[in-house]
């Protein structure tokens, strides 16, 4: 199989071709490797070396010879090491059993290539960390694939791999593929196990799932790698059908909330603003019912809450490794801002915390009502197209925690608000940029709802077809 046939199919194509023989798992892998080595020395999305063979996959599965790649943070594979883009780790921390996803994940038939980089510990909107440089859009290198998943979009949008994992905290799946012109599904908390590791990673923010080229491809990952383990806190209800059936153009009339104003107030870049406008137009010629409104929240009282959220989890992760490492915390092994998050973090109480709580409550059931008139909520997904590499630079030192998360939010205005309130939200590419950027939209939905978003999803595939555009490095 040449590289430049395995680019043009998403990962269920390639999936068929291997299902109906055309061609084997081991043709398909080859190409997929000398894909991802025909770009990674313009993009920088791996850590370290591709593997000398694809992790095992159950080669039945629903995806079977896919390859794949899995982000350094939270997810793991047996005796892979993770650095969780961090100098701190050093050659990675190998763990001795498989998360429960990465389980699943094998059993769909995914087989991983390699580790994609990520800023360290996760808290970035781009990807340029001290201990593994910056990676770069394959729109244009010298933008940022947005982050923290970015060394996976970069791969995916590139066309080196069809699907890769991610992981969503404020935004982390949604941000890069609004940057690098990709469908990022951040699923409802609890639809995607968390197990072992963790119940609710971030107190609740933290979402594990993939970005994908295709609407198709995401709603049939989640189909395999939807449900609980024993021991998990949420139990949601299974699909009417499934999710691939809900991406279609739904048959019903929806009501849909269109809001092009930020909440924190953050300035929004046109091409942001068009793009978010011209799916809204999409979606009434399809026959929905689109009208500006927005959720009214205390964003003052977000933000504090949402900082100290992170901060916390920031200094558990931080102060925790260097424990175990046998090693002090400072600016020689973390980058200043993680530095400051965590030191911040530490000095937070239980009083603090129950806080928190309080107004995450609040915003939960803020946003519930407001959807309540709505079947979803419609937003540009980040402020601008991208950012410059550098702009996101977690190693400033001018910065303090708080400075540091309102230059990120800044850029991502629309992303925390369904972490904060388990909602699913998708970004799917809009109209792009005047430079040919892509520009994300987002749709956020009704806790457990993923079917709407899919189905609208799916439909704004089909207006405004993003699968026919290349970026300018791409696999060959």
């Given at each position: 199989?040449?590289?430049?046939?395995?680019?043009?199919?998403?990962?269920?194509?390639?999936?068929?071709l291997v299902r109906t023989g055309q061609v084997t798992p081991a043709e398909v892998?080859?190409?997929?490797?000398?894909?991802?080595?025909?770009?990674?020395?313009?993009?920088?999305?791996?850590?370290?070396?591709?593997?000398?063979?694809?992790?095992?996959?159950?080669?039945?599965?629903?995806?079977?010879?896919?390859?794949?790649?899995?982000?350094?943070?939270?997810?793991?594979?047996?005796?892979?090491?993770?650095?969780?883009?961090?100098?701190?780790?050093?050659?990675?921390?190998?763990?001795?059993?498989?998360?429960?996803?990465?389980?699943?994940?094998?059993?769909?038939?995914?087989?991983?290539?390699?580790?994609?980089?990520?800023?360290?510990?996760?808290?970035?909107?781009?990807?340029?960390?001290?201990?593994?440089?910056?990676?770069?859009?394959?729109?244009?290198?010298?933008?940022?694939?947005?982050?923290?998943?970015?060394?996976?979009?970069?791969?995916?949008?590139?066309?080196?791999?069809?699907?890769?994992?991610?992981?969503?905290?404020?935004?982390?799946?949604?941000?890069?593929?609004?940057?690098?012109?990709?469908?990022?599904?951040?699923?409802?908390?609890?639809?995607?196990?968390?197990?072992?590791?963790?119940?609710?990673?971030?107190?609740?923010?933290?979402?594990?799932?993939?970005?994908?080229?295709?609407?198709?491809?995401?709603?049939?990952?989640?189909?395999?790698?939807?449900?609980?383990?024993?021991?998990?806190?949420?139990?949601?209800?299974?699909?009417?059908?499934?999710?691939?059936?809900?991406?279609?153009?739904?048959?019903?009339?929806?009501?849909?909330?269109?809001?092009?104003?930020?909440?924190?107030?953050?300035?929004?870049?046109?091409?942001?603003?068009?793009?978010?406008?011209?799916?809204?137009?999409?979606?009434?010629?399809?026959?929905?019912?689109?009208?500006?409104?927005?959720?009214?929240?205390?964003?003052?009282?977000?933000?504090?809450?949402?900082?100290?959220?992170?901060?916390?989890?920031?200094?558990?992760?931080?102060?925790?490794?260097?424990?175990?490492?046998?090693?002090?915390?400072?600016?020689?092994?973390?980058?200043?801002?993680?530095?400051?998050?965590?030191?911040?973090?530490?000095?937070?109480?239980?009083?603090?915390?129950?806080?928190v709580d309080r107004v995450f409550n609040a915003t939960t059931r803020t946003l519930?009502?407001?959807?309540?008139?709505?079947?979803?909520?419609?937003?540009?997904?980040?402020?601008?197209?991208?950012?410059?590499?550098?702009?996101?630079?977690?190693?400033?030192?001018?910065?303090?925690?708080?400075?540091?998360?309102?230059?990120?939010?800044?850029?991502?205005?629309?992303?925390?608000?369904?972490?904060?309130?388990?909602?699913?939200?998708?970004?799917?590419?809009?109209?792009?940029?005047?430079?040919?950027?892509?520009?994300?939209?987002?749709?956020?939905?009704?806790?457990?709802?993923?079917?709407?978003?899919?189905?609208?999803?799916?439909?704004?595939?089909?207006?405004?077809?993003?699968?026919?555009?290349?970026?300018?490095?791409?696999?060959?």
């Open positions: 199989m040449q590289v430049s046939e395995y680019a043009e199919y998403d990962a269920t194509g390639l999936a068929e892998h080859a190409a997929g490797r000398q894909a991802v080595e025909s770009v990674n020395g313009q993009l920088n999305a791996l850590v370290g070396e591709l593997f000398e063979k694809p992790l095992e996959a159950d080669q039945t599965g629903p995806f079977g010879g896919v390859p794949f790649a899995i982000k350094d943070l939270v997810l793991h594979a047996e005796g892979i090491p993770q650095r969780a883009g961090c100098r701190m780790l050093g050659p990675g921390v190998p763990f001795p059993y498989d998360t429960a996803l990465m389980r699943r994940f094998r059993a769909a038939g995914l087989a991983a290539l390699g580790v994609t980089a990520t800023p360290e510990f996760g808290f970035n909107a781009s990807t340029e960390s001290v201990a593994n440089g910056p990676t770069r859009n394959p729109w244009d290198t010298s933008r940022s694939p947005g982050g923290s998943s970015g060394g996976s979009a970069a791969l995916v949008a590139a066309r080196a791999l069809p699907v890769a994992h991610a992981n969503d905290g404020g935004g982390s799946i949604r941000i890069p593929a609004a940057a690098s012109g990709l469908v990022g599904l951040k699923p409802s908390r609890g639809r995607v196990t968390v197990a072992p590791d963790y119940s609710d990673p971030l107190l609740g923010l933290g979402i594990e799932f993939a970005v994908t080229r295709t609407v198709r491809d995401a709603a049939a990952l989640l189909d395999a790698v939807a449900g609980s383990e024993p021991g998990d806190r949420y139990l949601l209800p299974d699909p009417a059908t499934t999710f691939l059936a809900a991406a279609r153009p739904p048959a019903a009339r929806l009501r849909i909330a269109l809001s092009t104003t930020a909440p924190n107030g953050a300035p929004l870049d046109a091409a942001c603003i068009d793009a978010a406008r011209a799916a809204a137009e999409a979606l009434q010629r399809a026959g929905h019912t689109v009208e500006e409104a927005a959720p009214e929240f205390d964003v003052a009282a977000f933000d504090d809450a949402n900082l100290k959220a992170w901060c916390s989890f920031l200094a558990d992760g931080a102060y925790g490794a260097a424990a175990a490492l046998g090693t002090e915390l400072s600016t020689e092994v973390l980058e200043h801002t993680t530095l400051a998050c965590a030191e911040y973090g530490a000095t937070l109480t239980a009083l603090d915390m129950y806080a519930a009502q407001f959807l309540t008139g709505y079947d979803a909520w419609l937003t540009p997904t980040t402020a601008a197209p991208n950012t410059a590499i550098g702009h996101l630079n977690a190693n400033d030192e001018s910065l303090d925690a708080r400075g540091w998360y309102d230059r990120i939010f800044t850029f991502a205005p629309f992303t925390a608000w369904s972490n904060v309130t388990g909602t699913p939200a998708i970004s799917v590419p809009g109209t792009p940029s005047p430079e040919g950027w892509p520009v994300g939209v987002q749709l956020v939905g009704r806790y457990a709802g993923e079917e709407t978003l899919l189905g609208l999803a799916a439909q704004l595939e089909e207006a405004l077809p993003w699968t026919d555009r290349r970026p300018a490095v791409v696999a060959r």
